[in-house]
């Protein structure tokens, strides 16, 4: 009988001795199990693997049917940007702080691991954004995916952007802010959840456009359909000052005079798996803070 999961990427650059430990022991739990197993080039290197067991990220997304990122979600959300054109399944093993997207416990991954190797998990499809930056022409200068959110700012501390906000094509809202912050359904619980967004469900077609730190007191985050189309336009005045997208975090792409910005939902997604027993509101509620059951 054919494994639903014969080859298996391992990835996620380990930061300290435990990602090293936990790499080292889910590869050779892996191999003796009989799977195929890739570990991404440079974690291999670090490992001092031999070299028949390293393959790039790009190779890992093409052949492996399941994607161990070991690390925490800044690993995971990574790794969803770089596979997302692979289609490559993903789960994660939490060696990070917060682990709202690894779900496998470092003591437990094994058996864990085991149990969706045998078919035993569910899984989720998440939207993708792309952003890209059109200049005066309409022609795309910059593009970028995005997984948890595009953030707009400027390169100074305490300093207002100008930008209108047109959703369709049709004009929604102007605003003088610190920033705007565009989040995905799993980016709710990030950035945008700092800035007082509201918590979306991950697996809704939902896009969250929230004014950060805006120049009046009746901006309110906005909760739109996820096939909806986000356009941005600056004042000149705006944009003869530096002014910037930082995608994820990571990606910084710079907005000169005259362009405009445009964020839809991409046509790739990325998926996650998770063990049979992954609760979200469960998940959530740790996370939180929240109280437990009261009767």
Known sequence: MEREF???????????SHGVSTHLQLYSWLQQAG????????????????KGSQ????????????VVVVGGDGNMLSAAKALAATNSRLIGVNRGHLGFLTDLDPAMAKSQLAAV?????RQEQRLLLEVKINDIDQQCRHKSFVVNEVVLHPDQVACMVEFEVYIDSRFAF???ADGLIIATPTGSTAYALSGGGPIVV???????VMPMFPHTLSARPLVI?????IQLYFSASTTTRPLALSCDGH??????????????????????IHPLDYDYFNRLSNKMGWLKKLF
């Not at 014969?6 to 300290?16: D, E, M, Q, V, Y």
């Not at 190797?117 to 998990?121: D, F, T, V």
């Not at 359909?225 to 189309?229: I, L």
């Open 35 to 50: 799977y195929r197993v890739l570990v991404e080039s440079p974690v291999a290197e670090k490992l001092g693997m031999v």
């Open 55 to 66: 393959a790039s990220l790009s190779e890992i997304g093409q052949q492996a049917n399941l």
């Open 174 to 176: 102007a605003q003088r």
């Open 202 to 208: 991950p697996t809704l077609n939902a896009m969250i």
């Open 251 to 272: 990606t910084q792409l710079a907005i000169q005079l005259g362009e405009h910005v445009v964020i839809r939902k991409s046509s790739y997604q990325w998926s996650l």
């Open 225 to 229: 359909d996820g096939d909806s189309c």
């Open 6 to 16: 014969s080859t298996i990427g391992l990835i996620g650059l380990p930061r300290n």
């Open 117 to 121: 190797l045998a078919g035993e998990y």
